[in-house]
């Protein structure tokens, strides 16, 4: 089972552990701009750029969302999307106020389904029920090449391996 760190503290990841060489699952989220159904993971005929985040309420989650943005921009034939489990409507807010526009801003609020299904929730910690911090690379065929579980949530992932995989 996959582990990340909580202000230096182990804590277990739940759900089905995903890595590379697997199949990604296709899974619906809700679109953050509009509150539509968006599917993330599987076979899409592009390369998917997944940024996992617990919430962008958060100073570093933030701060990797602006960059992603910033990063995404560059990026062709790529579909760059993040996955949170805010409300629609404070993500929604929040692109609007950061000016967040080459990044699809999703939420798994409804049920944890992409949580669950790429073994990114977090178990027992003060934090359990969110998501820990995670990149996962789809090829077009729906197979991962890259995956990053960030070893303490609080600190930034490794942007320049996560775009390199993705080019």
């Known amino acids: 089972m996959a582990t990340t760190k909580f202000k230096g503290t182990d804590v277990e990841l739940i759900g089905n552990e995903v ?3 697997d199949k990604a699952p296709a899974i619906t989220v809700v679109n953050s701009d509009g509150l539509g159904d ?4 599987g076979a899409s005929g592009k390369k ?3 940024i996992v985040v617990p919430s962008l309420d958060t100073g570093v989650c933030a701060t990797e969302t602006r960059n992603f943005n910033r990063e ?3 990026l062709t034939g790529v579909e760059a999307t ?3 489990l805010d409300l629609p409507f404070a993500s929604g807010r929040f692109c609007s106020a950061e000016g967040i526009n080459d990044l699809t801003v999703t939420s798994d609020f409804r049920n944890k389904d992409f949580a669950n299904a790429y073994g990114v929730l977090l178990g027992s910690s003060v934090l359990a029920g969110v998501t820990c911090r995670a990149i996962f690379v789809v090829n077009e065929e729906g197979v991962v090449t890259y995956k990053e ?3 303490e949530i609080t600190e930034e992932p490794n942007y320049d391996a996560a775009i390199a995989a993705v080019k």
């Open 19 to 21: 890595n590379v060489g």
């Open 38 to 41: 968006v599917t993330v993971g």
């Open 48 to 50: 998917q750029l997944i």
């Open 72 to 74: 995404a921009s560059s």
């Open 82 to 84: 993040i996955v949170s």
């Open 149 to 151: 579980i960030v070893p």
